[in-house]
């Protein structure tokens, strides 16, 4: 997958088949921070693109060099038995219910609707199951959080996002191999920041080092494309990014696209927030092999998400997250304590190559997140789709480093595979190194005084009960 990856890099830079199209970049105003902000938008001007969240997890990539010209429409979903349920295509999934929770007034109304849908038949008895737990669970947290609406945002986010997934219930909604955010007639992104925003404990969230994410802003604008590679902790990962950027960079935030896994896209508690996030849509390798009948349908349509991102690359100014370890953050096993998961070699070269080869100039950035307490995984990683869900109110926090050259790390290297590893270890370890100083900063309460030469910590917002040093104030 290393010199065959070249070519067909090679073979994607050269082909004629690709459309540039000329990319717009749109700044809108700072999102409300109340929780209640409506979520139905009036259509966008006709030449409008929608703009952007978990979570994202690696992928295994298979060369080829067949044509890229022909269509890469995708159909992403789980196996099901004959009339189950029906799939309809993206566009034409509803955009208005029944309104069986959206009409709920109260705690009591929420949990006779969900009992109500499944003696209809019209609700699975398992998603009901999992609805009725991330309310209550949901309700706690809020709670928790000590904001005097507590009970009006959780009824005002939990009937949506049930509605929500009552919609895709009924008809499920599929993705493209690249996905873009849906917002309109449903503004699925601002449902997304609304219903974690009450999650983030903002006193105590951190950013690192600012500095370098507006130099990237300046990257975008002048046509060079940004690829994070990143460790990965939660399905809330791109609702936790964009919270702390929002205020700041919005452009930004709205824009970026997600390496997406295919549980985030087929659990029907997750799909509500990945529809309002842009996605390149892939199968996770750590769950490749799980069925071996749909090994070889996985690696052609990781193929196919291959081909999309290539087409994005060559188009510059684009902003792509991806989580190289093949998924979300776990406890160490002798300590309990949270660490980034390794990095796999394979896919930091793998996407290192393809930026190489896109055109634009490319800059890979390592980014540091620290967020599992607010939604952590669960503690292994599980075949089957439908993970209890624990919601907690936390702090959280982002870091990025300066970018790291391929050239200047392996040019001591005395072979291809010894500069894939030693580049791959560079990039993990400034992730770790970041990853520990958040830590220090939220989890060993020392705040803006975790600070180091190399992350410098700021608030990602002013707070009127902020109390502490002076900072940098975003």
Known sequence: MTDSFAKYASHINASNCYRHKKKTMFIFSTPSSSPSTAFFSPPRASNSKPLLSISSSNFYLRSSTSSVCSSTSLTFKIPRKPK????????????????????????????????????????????????????LNYKSAVIKSGDPKADETVLSNMTALLDRIFLDVKEPFVFEPHHKAKREPFDYYMFGQNYIRPLVDFKHSYVGNMPLFMEMEEQLKQGHNIILMSNHQSEADPAIIALLLEVRLPTIVENMIYVAGDRVITDPLCKPFSIGRNLICVYSKKHMLDDPELIDMKRKANTRSLKEMATLLRSGSQIIWIA??????????????WAPAPFDPSSVDNMRRLVEHSGPPGHIYPLAILCHDIMPPPLKVEKEIGEKRVISFHGAGISVAPEISFSNVTAACENPEKAKDAYTKALYDSVTEQYDVLKSAIHGKKGLEASTPVVSLSKPRKLKTDTQKPCMIL
């Open 324 to 337: 190289p370890s093949g998924g979300r953050d776990r406890p160490v096993s002798d300590s309990g304590e």
């Open 84 to 135: 189950e349920s029906y799939l309809v295509s993206a566009n034409m999934t509803s955009s208005v219910s029944n309104r069986t929770f959206l009409n709920a007034q109260n705690e009591q109304d929420v949990l006779s609707g969900i009992k109500k849908e499944v003696e209809a038949g019209t609700l699975p008895p398992a998603v009901a199951a999992g609805m009725e737990e991330v309310y």
